[in-house]
């Protein structure tokens, strides 16, 4: 496994395979678009999803959680994609088993209940603004801000010799702006074109890449 480090206004960040961000100077993990419950919502109406990849996404926040021991955990919205399910159940287990502080920044598809979050400890919050950076699940540019978000499940493609292509989720960051790719096991990406400007930094076989 290799992660990548990189520097933003001076502060340090690493890039984890998973898709997760840790925030080094204030112990912060940023993870985004886990879609907890996705997988049995699309069970539910008859789709043909593998039960597996539903331990699939608590395996990866596990792994991620030990890797860094962060004190806080910031999900950067769409931590559930529909409402209640069993799947939510699973998840109080999760947040029983975790030391770190948990606080949510709503994405569209968080519908479920602020009171449910605020049962298990969890603050609910539309964005975060701290140090000159500013934290929401839509990509947002504000003067004096550097922007941290999801919800595009932001992919690269990248071409080989012939017609080879290969389509692969990244980080992508601009020059005020980082699109964290999608955690959670089962979602789709949208392929987005670099400018000059912009730097990308794929998923590849348990690594983090810059191309």
């Known amino acids: 496994m290799e992660t990548h480090g990189i520097e933003i206004q001076g502060q340090q960040f690493v890039m984890h395979p998973s898709g997760a961000l840790f925030w080094e100077d204030k112990r912060m993990l940023l993870i985004s678009d886990v879609h907890l419950g996705k997988v049995s919502h699309f069970r539910k109406f008859g789709a043909a999803v593998p039960q597996a990849a539903i331990a699939q996404n608590f395996e990866l926040l596990d792994e991620v959680v030990s890797f860094f021991a962060p004190d806080l955990i910031c999900f950067l919205g769409d931590l559930f994609h529909s409402a209640l399910n069993k799947e939510w159940l699973l998840f109080e287990t999760w947040t029983k088993g975790t030391v770190a502080e948990i606080v949510l920044v709503v994405g569209n598809h968080d519908i ?32 004096g801000f550097f922007n941290f978000s999801g919800h595009i499940h932001p992919a690269v493609k990248l071409r080989g010799t012939g017609k080879q292509s290969l389509r692969l989720p990244c980080f992508f960051k601009s020059p005020h702006q980082l699109i964290l790719p999608a955690f959670g096991a089962f979602t789709g990406s949208y392929v987005l074109q670099p400018k000059p400007d912009d730097q990308v930094f794929p998923l590849v076989e348990n690594s983090v890449i810059k191309i």
């Open 112 to 143: 479920i209940s602020p009171l449910k979050y605020k049962a298990l400890g969890i603050r609910t919050v539309s964005e975060i603004r701290s140090d000159g950076f500013l934290l929401t699940h839509h990509p947002e540019e504000r003067e």
